[in-house]
């Protein structure tokens, strides 16, 4: 027997059988942030998860405005490198004031922040790369609250800064161009975010409502109805965001008048003037000093190629900074919905750009896999995984062989030599 045809052989089974994923954690914070902690230049960084931007961000010390307890970014690494409005790598069509090549980032809840692009060696989970494009903040409108943006979006969504730390991560690294999440809303657990597939461990491809990506390169999915209860307060097709730094779902103010109309039906004479009217409604951002006895559940309809319905009970959490109540739902100036936190941290979500599919799958675990899937591959059919795991099962049946083959081959060794000794 050819011991070394045994060992390739089995290394052949675990290296296309098990496929091993790049995970990075999630940790909750309060009102619906997810952050993750990404490495740059040798510093780690908490950072908001956004898939809604393809730009990596972080507080620069140059930021004059932000405030003190932050981590800010500072120029003193060694892998640190400049990005001149003259350079190659400079794709933005926004200059800052020093030559440096600039960027604008402008987030659905209003939230801008404005520096220079720059290159450093950023690490994520267990990959590391070096002159990955990423944004220093000199200015933003907002406190933010923590590091910056950790941007695994689409690299063309609304404004193209160049190679994504994404595609880096899936040229240099020759992984799929699949990423998995899971945000759990239990406190003091973790989420996970992983690259190269999903977890099949817990999930088969038949666990997922799978939709296409087919908004202008953005992770959408239509809206085509939407209830208060068993009221339909819309009916036809919204373009439905999907963004992890959202903490709210954001509905267009084209749709206000319906909802309250659904609101005052519900409520009847009852109704609180600061759900039922306009005036300092809590829905565009006004607190609320005590949640209502009751709310009628909210629910989404998405898309009638593969219908899923979401349900959303849990409507007023308490506010930031004070003992009011604020609501998730808020409306806003455009004529899409952003399906924020609220939503997505129900769903096991798989976005799998090689098949160009979105996947949403009820959660049933949020752990870090082992073994990773992708959408339109045999590796997904329910044949296929029985083969897989026969194949796994078959390695360790292999390796057990061996092993008790050098043992035997041990012992005729030691016999021949110590022949004489008896």
């Known amino acids: 027997m050819n011991i070394k045809f045994i060992i390739m052989s089995v290394l052949a089974v675990f290296l296309f059988q098990i496929v091993l994923g790049n995970n990075v954690r999630i940790n909750k914070e309060p009102w619906n942030t997810y952050i993750t902690k990404i490495a740059i230049g040798g510093i780690n960084y908490d950072l908001q998860l956004s898939i809604g931007t393809s730009l990596t961000m972080v507080i620069s010390r140059e930021c004059a405005h932000c405030e003190e307890h932050r981590n800010p970014y500072n120029l003193d690494s060694s892998t640190f490198g400049v990005i001149t409005v003259n350079s190659e790598q400079c794709w933005s069509t926004d200059v800052y004031e020093s030559n440096e090549c600039g960027f604008l980032y402008e987030g659905f809840d209003e ?53 994504s730390l994404l595609d880096l991560l899936v040229a240099n690294e020759h992984i799929r161009d699949v990423f998995s999440f899971c945000m759990t ?84 004479t009852d109704c609180d003037p600061l759900l039922c009217t306009k005036t300092n409604n809590t829905f565009y951002g006004n607190s609320i000093p005590s949640t209502p006895a009751k709310f009628p559940k909210l629910t989404f309809t998405l898309s009638n190629k593969s219908t899923l319905k ?113």
């Open 185 to 268: 809303s239990e406190k003091d657990k973790e989420g996970f975010l992983t690259f190269g597939g999903f977890d099949s461990e817990y999930y088969h491809i038949s666990d997922f409502k799978l939709f296409p990506i087919d908004y202008n390169d953005r992770y959408s999915i239509p809206v085509i109805s939407i209830f208060l209860n068993n009221s339909e307060f819309w009916n036809g097709e919204i373009e439905g965001i999907l963004e992890t730094r959202i903490p709210y779902i954001l509905l267009p103010e084209k749709l206000f008048s319906h909802f309250i109309a659904s609101l005052s039906a519900y409520y009847g």
């Open 111 to 163: 939230y801008e922040a404005k520096g220079a692009l720059s290159l450093e060696t950023i690490r994520v989970g267990m990959f590391s790369m070096s002159e990955v494009i990423f944004g220093r903040i000199f200015h933003e409108n907002q406190k933010l609250n923590i590091d910056g943006i950790f941007g695994i979006g689409q690299h063309n969504l609304k404004r193209n800064y160049g190679p």
């Open 310 to 422: 979401i349900d959303i009970n849990e409507i007023f959490m308490k506010c930031l900074n004070s003992n009011d109540y604020c609501s998730i739902i808020k409306f806003f100036p455009e004529d899409y919905i952003v399906l924020g936190a609220p939503v997505l941290e129900k769903f096991y979500v798989t976005i799998d750009t090689e098949s160009r599919l979105i996947g949403l799958a009820e959660v049933s675990a949020c752990a870090q896999p082992l073994i990773l899937s992708r959408f339109s591959t045999w590796e997904d059919s329910s044949w296929a995984s029985s083969f897989k795991l026969t194949m796994i099962l078959t390695a360790i049946g292999m390796i057990a062989v061996i092993i008790w083959y050098c043992g035997k081959s041990y012992e005729l060794e030691y016999e021949i030599i110590h022949a004489d000794d008896e």
